[in-house]
């Protein structure tokens, strides 16, 4: 199983910038990284992935390290709707089936 | 509403009961997976279906755990002979399997599941 290391929480101040870190160390050339949000109660919605290019989306912006050992989510104005627990993904190309979820970030946002 | 629906949303069971959930998938899409979820802990893999085949299984799904998928469309997961260990909620998710798509993985909002 693909490894992912996250903080366990952080906080961030409404209407600003949020950056959530994770390491894989562990990476292989061909595994995808995916960034999934679990708001309370709710099954886990995509957020993001990418390989080794940085990407945008309406959601958020991932920026993966030269070296893709460490990844990191970008929300550009955190509201009080994106508290939740963020999971970082790492998802092999040869299977594209089952996620292993480590114990991802949960986020607080301060009004 | 066209998303991943799951019933029922609880079930309080006594230990010793068998129980069913029930998981709809999005209708195109052939690959259905179940996870389990703890307090305090990310989602773990369970099952996976590729339309009616079951094609990987987690050491987690012990031999009192099985899962159906019939025409390939909806699945059910049974548990017999609850344990109060076996409290959690049970997530089900769907993909598409179409050339081009992100692996996008679309949960359900899961079943509770408290064995007493």
């Known amino acids: 199983d693909a490894k992912t290391t996250q903080p366990n929480s952080m906080e961030s101040n409404e209407e600003e910038p949020v950056h959530l870190p994770c390491n894989h160390s562990t990476i292989s050339g061909t595994d995808y990284i995916h960034w999934y949000r679990q708001l309370p109660s709710q099954g886990p919605e995509y957020v993001i992935h990418?390989?080794?290019s940085n990407v945008n989306n309406r959601m958020a912006s991932l920026a993966i390290a030269e070296d893709r050992k460490s990844s990191t989510l970008i929300l550009h104005r955190a509201t009080l709707r994106d508290a939740a627990v963020y999971y970082c993904i790492l998802r092999p190309a040869n299977t594209g089936n089952q996620f292993y979820f480590g114990t991802g970030t949960s986020l607080t946002v301060i009004p | 509403d066209t998303g991943v629906s799951q019933n029922p949303r609880h079930k309080i069971t006594k230990r010793g009961q068998n129980v069913t959930f029930r998981c709809d998938p999005i209708s195109e899409h052939n690959r259905l997976y179940w996870y389990r979820q703890t307090l305090g802990q990310g989602p773990e893999f369970l099952t996976y279906f590729q339309n009616e085949a079951q094609l990987e299984k987690s050491r987690l799904l012990s031999d009192r755990f099985s899962a159906e998928r019939p025409k390939g469309s909806f699945s059910t997961l049974e548990i017999q002979r609850t344990e109060q260990g076996d409290s959690a909620m049970y997530l089900c998710a769907s993909r598409s399997h179409l050339r081009g798509s992100s692996y996008e993985q679309y949960f359900g909002p899961g079943t509770r599941l408290t064995v007493t």
């Open positions: 990418g390989l080794t």
